[in-house]
């Protein structure tokens, strides 16, 4: 009796799992297919059980002030727990107390190679099942990685158990259909014939292979890693890569969870854990750079700054390099027929999270003129101190603002909120308050400043054409709907924007910012209201980022992004002449 190889055998249980979650990828290609709503992650914490959000506060306690045990090679140090070792501390003001394995590249980086090409066995679909169950279990595991994303990126609850959970996972589902679509559009085996001079039939048969390109490296940043960094992450491993991730210093805990459990998924399934690795950085060691240059990687997913995205993209030559960096979105205010709920939109938008998400607006485009509503002609002051209302009415108490808020993820931001609240660089409309936090005194949450400019000002225009990270906002007076949508463009082009909107009732202003938003390559938003905001993305169906502005060349998610992640290599065997 033969023994089948353990590649073969791990291929028979990938194809187990794939019984189990055939129907749900059949789901996820064709929602990319059709653009409709569809998930196979609830967003409603009530859907998981009453007890599954005490159960995962628990296990995230669990975690803290002890080391994050790893089983994978090359481990030469620690990192933490303690901020000044490379430990997390929470925007909410605690340290997590959490010490994690610091590895050697040269150790770490062939034992991940090495375990490519029994992974590469798998084929297309049984790796899309492996990773369908990695995201089930991070699933059901929800409420833990919402907590902590609330203590490494300083979200509140809700914004951690969407963004740093289940739309995470969707963000990761959707890259596991895009791969599958991308390797299975060219069949694996195909008959070539044809017909000679002389009547005969001339035959090959061809098999066409998938293979990955190798290593890829996922950076991550501290605001969103597992939204940013599940889209790379899942991309690059179903289709046929290992994936090493090194977190950002401040939050490493969501994704060394993600690891962990993918390691278990792959292990349990037969495969190699060291498919994927987590690689913590001591303080000051710049291990990204290190890891981005080293000819084992082949792949670069990173989000964050401008500054060092595009470091990447000019030096990691042998790599493919995809990249999420730094935006200024604008909103144009020329008309709207609903005066107070165009204002309550903004306003949340502005306030959710303080400002730190990639989609947050900062610049608002007001004529100088005022604006057209239901209720009559409204001036550009009075639309200014109509959205600080708002502002004041929504973030009242601190209850309210709680629930909205985010505490500011570095000390860097709370100096900007601070230099922009200080009046040197424009006047004043609504000054930000701290907020206190009844669980976590130590935490810093901040609401919203709202500046004046006027676009007239060089110093102005300088001002507002780049990105102010976290709850900073512009009221730019602007000559007309024209003028902003010229400066718009110029915005976009230089700083780079993820999302732009409009209220208007005029079609003509309305085709004019959707021209300006096509030549710029930045999605548009017309008129949002009532529960749905300019920072919204819809996955399966809305594409985050274009890559075609400044604001970084990575889509979430199309062909494009996870096609680059692998080739075809095409065998030719001749079958004979007839």
């Known amino acids: 009796m033969t023994t089948a190889s353990p590649a073969r055998a791990a291929a028979e249980r990938a194809q187990s799992l794939l019984e189990r979650h055939r129907a749900t990828l059949d789901d996820a290609v064709t929602a990319i297919r059709t653009r409709e709503y569809w998930s196979p992650y609830p967003d409603e914490a009530d ?27 090359g481990r030469d140090g620690s990192v933490g727990p303690a901020p000044a070792d490379g430990g997390e501390r929470s925007p909410y003001g605690i340290e997590l107390g959490v010490t994690y394995p610091h590895a050697d590249p040269d150790v770490l980086l062939p034992a991940m190679e090495a375990a490519m090409p029994e992974w590469r066995e798998a084929g297309p679909w049984g790796r899309a099942a492996v990773c369908a169950e990695i995201l089930d279990r991070i ?15 300083g979200h509140n609850f809700l914004m951690a158990f969407h963004a740093g959970a289940v739309h995470a996972q969707d963000r990761g589902m959707e890259a596991v259909a895009y791969a599958l679509f991308e390797q299975t559009r060219m069949p694996a085996e195909a008959k070539w014939s044809r017909p000679m001079p002389d009547g005969r039939l001339f035959s090959l048969a061809k098999t066409f292979t998938v293979l990955p390109r190798g290593v890829s490296l996922l950076i991550a940043n501290r605001v969103f890693p597992a939204w940013n960094g599940y889209p790379g992450f899942f991309a690059s491993l179903a ?45 000051g060691e710049q ?16 989000a964050g700054t401008s500054a060092f995205g595009d470091w990447l993209e000019a030096n990691a030559h042998q790599a493919r390099v995809f990249t999420a960096k730094s935006a200024a979105n604008s909103i144009l205010v020329e008309s ?8 309550h939109n903004i306003a949340f938008s502005l306030a959710l999270y303080s400002g730190q998400l990639c989609t947050s607006p900062q610049n608002l485009l007001i004529p100088r003129d005022g604006i057209a509503t239901e209720d009559g002609h409204r001036g550009y002051a009075e639309v200014v101190r109509d959205l600080a209302d708002t502002l004041t009415g929504l973030l009242a108490d601190d209850a309210s603002a709680i629930a909205v808020l985010g505490a500011l993820v570095g000390s860097d931001v709370l100096e900007s909120v601070e230099h922009a609240a200080s009046g040197r660089i424009g006047p004043v409309a609504l000054a930000p308050r701290a907020v206190e936090h009844p669980d976590f005194p130590a935490a810093t949450l901040r609401t919203p400043v709202l500046v004046t400019l006027d676009a007239s000002r060089d110093e102005d225009r300088e001002t507002f054409g780049r990105e102010w990270f976290g709850p900073i906002a512009f009221a730019v007076a602007v000559d007309s709907a024209a003028h902003g949508a010229e400066l718009m463009l110029g915005v976009t082009r230089r700083a780079g924007a993820l999302s732009v909107g409009v209220h208007t009732t005029s079609p003509d202003v309305e085709a004019l910012v959707a021209d300006v938003c096509e030549r710029a ?29 400044p604001s970084g060349n990575a889509v979430y998610c199309d062909g494009a992004y996870v096609a680059e992640r692998f080739r075809t290599v095409g065998v030719r065997r001749y079958d004979g002449s007839r």
């Open 287 to 302: 291990l990204a750079a290190t890891l981005a240059l080293r000819p084992e990687v082949r792949i670069v997913d990173y």
């Open 239 to 283: 289709t046929g890569n290992a994936v090493l991730v090194k977190p950002h210093p401040g939050a490493v805990l969501p994704l060394a969870l993600t690891v962990r459990i993918a390691r278990e998924v792959l292990s349990e399934s037969g495969f190699d854990p060291n498919l994927v690795a987590l690689a913590p950085e001591y303080p």
């Open 139 to 153: 699933n059901a595991r929800s409420f833990e990685l919402a907590h902590a994303a609330v203590h490494t990126s």
């Open 47 to 73: 859907s998981y059980g009453e007890a599954a959000r005490a159960a995962g506060q628990e296990a995230f306690r669990a975690l803290l002030d002890r080391e994050f045990a790893s089983d994978q090679p």
């Open 521 to 549: 390559g930045v999605m548009l938003s017309v008129n949002l209201m009532g529960d749905w905001y300019i920072t919204q993305s819809a996955v399966y169906s809305d594409l985050h980022s274009t890559g075609l502005n």
């Open 336 to 343: 709207t027929a609903d005066y107070r709920g165009m204002l």
